[in-house]
């Protein structure tokens, strides 16, 4: 069942970092899509058969002059209600709102929740299923959204040949505009990764094509990992938090071994080799978990992970994952939840064959 009218666009006002945005470095890049409207309608006007709804051509016409009018004002983007600025995504999804989230009609804000709910929908449609077993290692995860859309990126990939790969990653934004990054950053890699190229490689040719295709400004940190069948592992991370490695010795962290992807198309990424044991579990997550706030603002930190993580040796993957991002709800219980939250778990679970079913 659908949630009420409001509350689909109350959790996503709540999934906006704190406060409204002004507009900032976008500026350029709005009205340069504002002035590409403009061409299209006053070509598609000046061109338009008999049943062309010219009518409404015109209207979006003077709704474009109009945003462009305010823009040199210095009043674009600003709500026609209460004067605060309009959220920064909206403006960038459709450069013609004129009113803020908490300003909406009652229609517009059934029609947003119809729309938040769809693209909810198919992210978790693209999510990888909760366990994955291949070459001797399982791999589980948790992935709780801060609303009703993620810009976490989780992903496994079981190529035809080779070890597993597996992603997680956190796209900069929030809401809708940062789902369809995850989004995108998912379908770049899964047609990369059938290329059988390596890791370093594989990033390095995803943040090409992410520098190309967003605006600036966006960007993505990332840890990416091949696991093989003799439990070696092959780790690369794009300004990501540090991976862990939990062993029978204790905890170790890789860290970020290259810049975020988006950042700079040229950047290169160097890859971490390590060996695992029987029992051993790499643990990932987003910085949901690490900056978690309890309620007198102490964040819960990669120490609070490591502390975590050192008690969960020869524990299952999917239970480590779970009782992570419990002991991150309990850590930070009374405060509402930031941002999003995800915790993947990789185990070597046998040493030349696929593990037990569970």
Known sequence: MAESDSAAVQRMRISEPEGKHMLGTTDSYIREQLENRRERLTAAIGSAPVAAPLARYRELLSEVDAALHRMDAGA???????????????????????????????????????????????????????????????????????????????????PAEGGPIFLVGDVSGKGVAASLLMSYL????????????????????????????????????????????????????????????????????????????????????TVERIDLELGDTLLFYTDGISEARDADGNEYGVEGVSRFAGECHGRRPGQVSAACLKSVQTFSAGTRQADDQTVMAIRRTASDSPPPTR
């Open 76 to 158: 674009y983007g600003i709500c026609d209600v209460c004067h605060a600025s309009i959220e920064r995504d909206r403006l960038i999804e459709d450069p013609l709102v004129r009113v803020c989230l908490d300003h909406l009609s009652s229609e517009e804000r059934r029609s947003l929740e119809g729309d938040l709910e769809l693209a909810a929908s198919i992210q978790r449609s693209l999510l990888p299923p909760p366990s994955v077993q291949s070459l001797g290692w399982q791999i589980e995860y948790e992935y709780q959204p801060a609303g009703l859309v993620s810009g976490d990126y989780c992903d496994v990939i079981v």
């Open 186 to 269: 998912r379908a770049t890699f899964r047609s990369l990764s059938s290329a059988g190229i390596e890791i370093n490689k594989l990033l390095e040719a995803a943040n090409r094509l992410f520098c190309e295709s967003t605006m600036a400004g966006q960007f993505a940190t990332l840890v990416c990992g091949r696991a093989g069948r003799g439990g070696d592992v092959e780790i690369a991370s794009a300004g990501h938090c540090p991976a862990l490695v939990v062993s029978s010795q204790g905890v170790s962290q890789v860290a970020a071994t290259g810049l975020p992807l988006g950042m700079f198309s040229t950047s290169h990424y």
